[in-house]
């Protein structure tokens, strides 16, 4: 992933968008309500380099060394993680069907 | 085959272990119990204790880490890196400053307004992982949080460690499945009808003969929702999903992602980031060709890659 290059038109709209959400939704939950709300004059697009002005200390990231999660150290005694290098996130080995409602053995849902 | 199941509670939430052979069900039972608390031990923000909590205190400076904790911080970061972001393990400090500080079952579901700042978490890129020196540094600044990649990782250890304990795929028709708070991972040899898995906003929902359920086969299954894990502060509602670019609860068209996935891990990681995504998110989960079904604020449903279709009724 790069850095330092400068925001797509689409990554610059998608982050305003955000911005613009967050607001709405403040303004119509602080209604009867005290919520403090400031903006940090710049976003950053995560992988990106800030825009010039932000405050947040991403703007050093390239001074940082990329982690690598290829590298061919010594990690014998780690758990089993076959994904762990892999380039892509893993498809199944075979597409889901359709169950038989009723005969669940478990379910997904967000966490409780 | 004689199915049996194991219902328990784990690191804050729910713990199911299914197995083929209701003779192996305490020793698969025994294996996921070591893993998740080993997971714990290492992983958890909530403890003092725990090793990430000991890496938090010696920020800035290079900290040997164990193998476990290595392939946590490794699973997150590799996570952050082919979601473009989108999960990113440095919101630790973003989560906090939301309202989520201690287990969720502490958290007050109601309270004051508080400050809402839009700010970008540091970005994972500042972690320095050294897979040579089995060591790590966080700088100062960064918080750690690794609740969303830790548990769909322990469900996957849980289920390979579980299966080696009843003996291995070797044994005739040895299957195990592990649910950890709804991210589910399944390993050996699945029932005759596959495992049939239901999908819900929340993983405390019953099974029921109308809720929609898929079956799979092999690898992991997953779900983030902003619909569990919330609270107000003020008039605003919370979650706890955040996004990197603001800092703050993602606010996007969906409330619930599903996802399969070759195992847990990928399936959760993707799962958070079509969360955090928003409308991107069809486009993306079908280009990476991860199967998923995602769910509107008002409940409408949109499946992609392979998702099946419900039969007509």
């Given at each position: 992933m790069s850095t330092g290059e400068p925001l797509t038109p689409r990554d610059r709209d998608a982050a305003l968008q955000k911005l613009r959400d967050w607001r709405t939704t403040i303004a119509i939950g602080s209604a009867g309500a005290v919520v403090a709300f400031g903006v940090v004059a710049a976003v950053t697009i995560p992988g990106k380099a800030s825009a010039a002005g932000a405050t947040d200390s991403g703007d050093t990231q390239q001074s940082q060394q990329q982690p690598s999660d290829?590298?061919?150290?010594?990690?014998?005694?780690?758990?089993?993680?076959?994904?762990?290098?892999?380039s892509t996130l893993q498809a199944p080995q075979q597409m889901p069907a359709f169950g038989f409602g009723g005969g669940g053995r478990a379910v997904s849902g967000g966490s409780h | 085959m004689t199915i049996a199941t194991a219902d328990d509670r784990a690191i804050g939430t729910s713990l199911r272990v299914v197995v083929t052979d209701a003779a192996l069900l305490d020793v698969a039972k025994a294996a996921v119990d070591r893993v998740v608390r080993e997971i714990d031990e290492s992983c958890s923000r909530f403890r003092e204790d725990s090793e990430l909590s000991r890496l938090h205190a010696s920020a800035g400076r290079e900290v040997p880490v164990s193998p476990l904790l290595l392939t946590a911080l490794r699973a997150a970061l590799r996570g952050a890196r082919l979601s473009g972001g989108a999960v990113d393990p440095t919101v630790g400090t973003a989560v906090k400053t939301v309202g989520y500080v201690e287990d969720f079952a502490s958290v007050a579901r109601e309270g004051a307004a508080i400050p809402l700042v839009v700010r970008p978490v540091p970005g994972w890129q500042r972690i320095v992982l050294n897979e040579v020196t089995c060591s790590v540094v966080v700088p100062e600044g960064v918080e750690v949080d690794l609740g969303s990649t830790a548990k769909a990782l322990a469900s996957d250890l849980a289920a390979r460690a579980a299966l080696e304990a009843m003996g291995?795929?070797?044994?005739?028709g040895a299957g195990v499945l592990v649910s950890l708070g709804g991210d589910i991972a399944v390993a050996g040899e699945p029932p005759p009808d596959g495992w049939q898995i239901q999908v819900a906003d929340s993983s405390d929902a019953p099974i029921s003969a109308d809720g929609e359920t898929i079956a799979i086969q092999s690898g992991g299954v997953a779900t983030s929702s902003t619909t569990v894990r919330r609270w107000k502060r003020g008039d605003v509602v919370l979650h706890h999903i955040i996004d990197p670019a603001t800092g703050l609860p993602a606010q996007g068209p969906w409330r619930t992602v599903t996802v399969v996935a070759g195992d847990c891990l990928d399936a959760n990681i993707a799962a958070t980031a079509a969360i955090v995504r928003g409308a991107s998110a069809p486009e993306w989960l079908r280009h990476i060709g991860l199967p998923a079904r995602l769910v509107t604020h008002d409940g409408a449903v949109t499946r992609v890659a392979g998702w099946p279709e419900p039969r007509p009724a």
């Amino acid at each position: 992933m790069s850095t330092g290059e400068p925001l797509t038109p689409r990554d610059r709209d998608a982050a305003l968008q955000k911005l613009r959400d967050w607001r709405t939704t403040i303004a119509i939950g602080s209604a009867g309500a005290v919520v403090a709300f400031g903006v940090v004059a710049a976003v950053t697009i995560p992988g990106k380099a800030s825009a010039a002005g932000a405050t947040d200390s991403g703007d050093t990231q390239q001074s940082q060394q990329q982690p690598s999660d290829t590298s061919q150290g010594d990690t014998s005694q780690a758990p089993a993680d076959p994904n762990s290098g892999a380039s892509t996130l893993q498809a199944p080995q075979q597409m889901p069907a359709f169950g038989f409602g009723g005969g669940g053995r478990a379910v997904s849902g967000g966490s409780h | 085959m004689t199915i049996a199941t194991a219902d328990d509670r784990a690191i804050g939430t729910s713990l199911r272990v299914v197995v083929t052979d209701a003779a192996l069900l305490d020793v698969a039972k025994a294996a996921v119990d070591r893993v998740v608390r080993e997971i714990d031990e290492s992983c958890s923000r909530f403890r003092e204790d725990s090793e990430l909590s000991r890496l938090h205190a010696s920020a800035g400076r290079e900290v040997p880490v164990s193998p476990l904790l290595l392939t946590a911080l490794r699973a997150a970061l590799r996570g952050a890196r082919l979601s473009g972001g989108a999960v990113d393990p440095t919101v630790g400090t973003a989560v906090k400053t939301v309202g989520y500080v201690e287990d969720f079952a502490s958290v007050a579901r109601e309270g004051a307004a508080i400050p809402l700042v839009v700010r970008p978490v540091p970005g994972w890129q500042r972690i320095v992982l050294n897979e040579v020196t089995c060591s790590v540094v966080v700088p100062e600044g960064v918080e750690v949080d690794l609740g969303s990649t830790a548990k769909a990782l322990a469900s996957d250890l849980a289920a390979r460690a579980a299966l080696e304990a009843m003996g291995g795929a070797g044994v005739a028709g040895a299957g195990v499945l592990v649910s950890l708070g709804g991210d589910i991972a399944v390993a050996g040899e699945p029932p005759p009808d596959g495992w049939q898995i239901q999908v819900a906003d929340s993983s405390d929902a019953p099974i029921s003969a109308d809720g929609e359920t898929i079956a799979i086969q092999s690898g992991g299954v997953a779900t983030s929702s902003t619909t569990v894990r919330r609270w107000k502060r003020g008039d605003v509602v919370l979650h706890h999903i955040i996004d990197p670019a603001t800092g703050l609860p993602a606010q996007g068209p969906w409330r619930t992602v599903t996802v399969v996935a070759g195992d847990c891990l990928d399936a959760n990681i993707a799962a958070t980031a079509a969360i955090v995504r928003g409308a991107s998110a069809p486009e993306w989960l079908r280009h990476i060709g991860l199967p998923a079904r995602l769910v509107t604020h008002d409940g409408a449903v949109t499946r992609v890659a392979g998702w099946p279709e419900p039969r007509p009724a």
